[in-house]
């Protein structure tokens, strides 16, 4: 059974840091992309970061370019988000998702979901 568990959100001031980790299940990651996706409160669910692991790219969204970092664990069962420096538009619930092979921006391309970790930055 395909499974992706998102854990790691939480409140944290502005400029503070948290890590977010996506379990993965059921399938094997050398055959999927998985992406990191936000969804601000009154706003459409958009995607922030993207880890291809077919040729190893990742992608950002501009805004968190230089602050968030996507990784891998060696077992490949688990993908993270860094991010540091949070700023309070950060906030929001984020969702990892999988597809096959490449990352790409259209949403409906993701196939299987995470139900989400709401993160709140705030003074």
């Known amino acids: 059974q395909v499974q992706l568990v998102e854990s790691g959100g939480g409140s944290v001031q502005p400029g503070g840091s948290l890590r977010l980790s996506c379990a993965l299940s059921?399938?094997?990651?050398?055959?999927?992309?998985i992406g990191w996706f936000r969804q601000a409160p009154g706003k459409e669910r958009e995607g922030i970061s993207c880890l291809s692991s077919s040729d190893r790219t990742t992608y950002y969204k501009d805004s968190v370019k230089g602050r968030f970092t996507i990784s891998r664990d060696n077992a490949k069962t688990t993908v993270y988000l860094q991010m540091n420096n949070l700023k309070p538009e950060d906030t929001g619930v984020y969702y990892c998702?999988?597809?096959?092979?490449?990352?790409?921006?259209?949403?409906?391309?993701?196939?299987?979901w995470g139900h989400g970790t709401r993160i709140t930055v705030s003074a």
């Open positions: 059921g399938f094997t990651l050398n055959e999927y992309a």
């Open positions: 998702a999988r597809r096959p092979k490449y990352c790409v921006t259209s949403l409906s391309l993701y196939n299987s």
